[in-house]
């Protein structure tokens, strides 16, 4: 069986979690969020490795503690027996590495660059609390390097995302080949 990976890349509240959700939303695909927090923690709830389901024994996590960064894409693929893994971790080292670690396993790898127009991330950020300069500093910095890292990537404009859902995710899907299922909008049904 052919396995893909889906890299969804963007700056912190550019839709991300939410494009990685509904791409995890079929029988074929699994949602993965973050894995780069696991290998390469930044926040202190990084350090402790557990399931958002709540259970620290959660079956779907367990048997990947303590699997090598290398080999987390293709132990995963056979634990979890999918088609497609979405991973939205936003780093571009991980990313990179990713890449590689999937070329060697055979691994199929797509990138999405999802983005917000600048007036609406920057209202994002302030909403919660965080400075005009700080929301710039953080969206041209966070684009300036995935340019210059010369990724190749399907660029998402968030706002066709949440105003033309089912149109996007149709050409998203064409992209990936991923099954059409209806209603993978709805990710918090799965």
Not at 64 to 85: M, Q, R
Not at 146 to 162: H, Q, T
Request: glycine fraction near 6%; charge should be negative.
């Amino acid at each position: 069986m052919q396995t893909t990976l889906i890299n969804v890349l963007g700056a912190g509240r550019s839709g991300t979690t939410m494009l990685d959700l509904m791409l995890g939303n079929d029988n074929e695909s699994f949602s993965m969020g973050e894995v780069c927090a696991w290998f390469r923690p930044f926040r202190e709830h990084h350090f402790t490795i557990d399931c958002n389901c709540g259970n620290p024994n959660c079956e779907y996590w367990l048997a990947l503690k303590g699997v090598d960064e290398s080999k987390f894409y293709t132990h995963a693929f056979t634990k979890w027996n999918v088609k497609y893994i979405i991973d939205s971790s936003k780093n571009l080292s991980w990313m990179i590495d990713g890449h590689s670690w999937a070329k060697k396993q055979n691994i199929e790898v797509i990138n999405f660059i999802i983005y917000k127009p600048i007036i609406d991330y920057i209202f994002s950020i302030w909403k919660r609390g965080e400075s005009v300069d700080a929301a710039l500093y953080r969206y041209k910095l966070y684009y300036k390097r995935f340019f210059e890292s010369g990724i190749d990537a399907y660029a998402v404009n968030f706002d066709e995302l949440v105003n033309n859902t089912d149109t996007m995710l149709d050409v998203i899907t064409d992209i990936t080949k991923q099954s059409k299922v209806e209603n993978r909008h709805q990710f918090w049904v799965k």
